[in-house]
Structure formats: C-alpha cells, structure tokens
C-alpha cells in the first residue's frame, strides 16, 4: 500500500476582539482576603439575622416560582422605590412609571449610554470620577470627553465651569456625580440646574449619579428636587451602599416617563431575576434597619477626616462614606505597608492620593494604628 502522510492541522487563529477590547483588563478591585477590607465603600453592618432570615423567606418564596419567567416591568419594585425616595428626600414619590431598576446602577448606566449615546455621540465627565464610566462610554461605542474638578483637596466643580465645558465639548450626554467618587465631593443644585439649561437647547441628557446620596451631610439637597422642572435630569441611585445590599445587586434611576420608555427599549429581556425583586423589596420594607448605622458611619467618616488632616495629610471634604487623602509619600509603598498590616485601601485618584472606606470604628481604629506604622510623621 502506498505509504500516506500523517494529516496537518493547521493552526486556528483565536477570534480577534473589536478596537478598544484588545489588551484591556475586566474592571475589578482586589478582593483580598483581609481583616479590615476598606477598599470598595461598603456598607460594613450587614442585615440582622432576623432581616436575613426574611429576606431568606422572601427569596424561598420567588424560588418556587423559578420556572416561571419574572415580571419584566418590576413595577412593585419600582413603586416601592418610589415611596423610599419620597420619604428620603421630601419629594413627591414618583410613579413607577419613572423609575427604573436594573442590576446595580452600573447597570442603569450602561443602559442609559445604550439608549443615548453610541456612534458618533459623546458623553462628558468632570475627572477625577468613577472609573467605569469611560468603560461604560466604549462599550456603547459612545466619545467619552473629560474636563477637569477644580483643584485638590476640594476638587469643587462650579456652575460656570460646568457651562463652559458643555460649550466646548457640545455632549450628548453629561454625567455628574454627587457625592463623587473617588473625592467625595457633593455638588450645590446650581451646578445641575446649569448643566441641565445648558442641554437643554440640543436634546441632551444629564445623568447625576448619586450612589452616595444617602451619606450626604444634613442640609445637601438631592438632584431629585429638580425633576419636575428639569426634564432632561436623570437621576441614579443605588441599594449597594447606604442599604448594605452589594451582593444583591438593585441600582435605579429616577427621570421622566419618556426617559425611562426610551431605557426600557435596551434592556435585555427578564433583566431583573424574581430573586433580586424579592429580596429587593424586603430590604425596602425594613430599610430602618438598614439603613440605621448611616448616621454612625456619617460620625466615623468626620472623625477619621479630622485625624487624617491632624497628621498634616490633604483630606477632601466628604458627604459620602470614603475619605480621599493625599500620603505626601509614595502611595504604592503606603498601600502596600497597609496591606501587609491587613489593612486594605485603594490607590485610586490624582497621583499621591489614597481612599478609603468608612468602616467600623473597630475597622477605623486599625487603619489609623497601621498608617501610623506605615507612614510615620
């Protein structure tokens, strides 16, 4: 028989990703396992075990309704946000037909840039802040254009300097955040009601993310009061922080029924699991529980800013649950020596800055007796 060859293979070459994937890396901080993780702004006071244990109920209950799909509308869900809204922030509660919920508000994010971004749009934001947003613009193929806060340690944005930005960079869409993340600075309602005139003349969208809104000092007026005369004013919320649910995953947004309509058109089908609704809902119902160490931690946060400032670090001013600092040293090292004292931060911000979280006093009381240790003065 004729002698054959051995057949080839020839080489597959992996599928090639679209510009602007290729080399990039997931969003993620570290998760590490360390006693005193202050690293992400959470709430550190979980749910009692009488919550979870009603939360657990809830969820059983929605479980035997898996085979079924969810409600698609989340209308209960909305509704009951509402009312927390109304009582939280002394407006009118808004009707469902105004609030939209989704798995975290990096969720309703991405689904506004879906709905009002994408080729050929821009978005623009105030550096520094939440570094997902840039992720958020590329992954809708939307511009993502940036002007600067004012200067450190206050990182301020005024309402000229808004103007004057939206002038130049002529956005789709402009997103504030309030408090910011990662300075902590809350804006006066004059700053949005610039920004949302400013728009208002070429169909354009303002976003004022208020994820930290609950940490807010007394007196700080939300976004929300403006809705009803600012048509063009979305604003978002979320359950992670102030509520203690990061691991359950419930952002909303608040805006003018047309808004959320045009948002429901992107959203993938069944978005939000019957789980998530239950559960959701359930921790609405006992939010004075939940809700019940922000004052704590509000007291926590002016106390360690006042240490920080006392050992001659910058500090800005925060209405939020996070403290950025400037270290005066190499932040890397400072970070690292926290790090090895099981103490975890984030090296997030203008360089030479570190943030971190509120904790427990326990929590605090240990960052302040390692950063005495890792950056003497």
């Known amino acids: 028989m004729p002698e054959t060859s051995a057949p080839t293979t020839a080489p597959v070459a992996l599928p090639v990703p679209r510009d602007g994937i290729?080399?990039?890396a997931p969003y993620g901080a570290p998760q590490l396992q360390v006693e005193h993780a202050l690293n992400v702004?959470?709430?550190?006071?979980?749910?009692?075990?009488e919550l979870a244990a009603a939360i657990g109920s809830?969820?059983?209950?929605?479980?035997?309704g898996l085979n079924r799909y969810p409600d698609r509308e989340v209308l209960a869900?909305?509704?009951?946000?509402?009312?927390y809204l109304a009582a939280e922030s002394g407006v009118p509660a808004p009707a469902p037909e105004a609030v939209w919920a989704a798995n975290g508000s990096n969720e309703v994010m991405h689904q506004l840039l879906l709905a009002y971004g994408g080729p050929g749009r821009?978005?623009?934001?105030?550096?520094?802040?939440?570094?997902?947003?840039?992720?958020?613009?590329?992954?809708?193929?939307?511009g993502w254009e940036i002007a600067a806060r004012g200067p450190a340690p206050e990182f301020t944005l005024t309402a000229q300097a808004v103007t004057e930005a939206i002038a130049a960079h002529r956005p789709n869409i402009v997103v504030l955040t309030s408090p910011n993340n990662p300075t902590g600075t809350a804006l006066t309602l004059d700053v949005v009601e610039a920004a949302a005139s400013a728009l208002a003349g070429t169909g354009g969208l303002l976003v004022v993310d208020e994820a930290y809104g609950e940490f807010r000092r007394d007196g700080v007026p939300s976004a929300l009061t403006l809705l009803e005369t600012h048509p063009n004013l979305v604003v978002t919320r979320t359950m992670s922080k102030a509520f203690a649910l990061a691991g359950a995953r419930l952002g909303y947004l608040v805006a003018h029924p047309a808004i959320v309509d045009t948002v429901r058109?992107?959203?993938?089908?069944?978005?939000?699991?019957a789980v998530t609704q239950a559960v959701a809902r359930t921790a609405l119902a006992h939010r004075?529980?939940?809700?019940?160490?922000?004052?704590?931690?509000?007291?926590?946060?002016?106390?360690?800013?006042e240490h920080l400032a006392g050992r001659g670090h910058a500090v800005a001013p925060s209405d939020a649950n996070f403290i950025l600092f400037r270290t005066f040293a190499d932040r890397d090292a400072v970070f690292e020596d926290l790090l090895e004292r099981s103490v975890l931060v984030r090296a997030v911000g203008p360089d030479g800055w570190l943030r971190v979280s509120v904790g427990t006093p326990e929590n605090n009381a240990a960052f302040r007796?390692?950063?005495?240790?890792a950056d003497p003065r």
């Not at 809830?58 to 035997?64: F, N, W």
């Not at 007796?369 to 240790?373: D, I, K, T």
């Open 58 to 64: 809830a969820a059983a209950e929605a479980a035997a």
């Open 265 to 273: 058109v992107v959203r993938l089908p069944y978005h939000l699991s």
């Open 22 to 24: 290729v080399g990039a």
């Open 369 to 373: 007796s390692a950063l005495e240790e």
């Open 122 to 142: 821009t978005a623009l934001g105030f550096a520094p802040h939440y570094s997902m947003y840039p992720e958020y613009a590329r992954d809708t193929y939307t």
């Open 41 to 49: 702004n959470e709430n550190p006071y979980g749910p009692s075990a």
């Open 288 to 305: 004075e529980e939940l809700l019940g160490k922000v004052a704590l931690l509000r007291t926590e946060r002016d106390a360690l800013a």
């Open 77 to 83: 869900l909305r509704a009951d946000l509402g009312d």
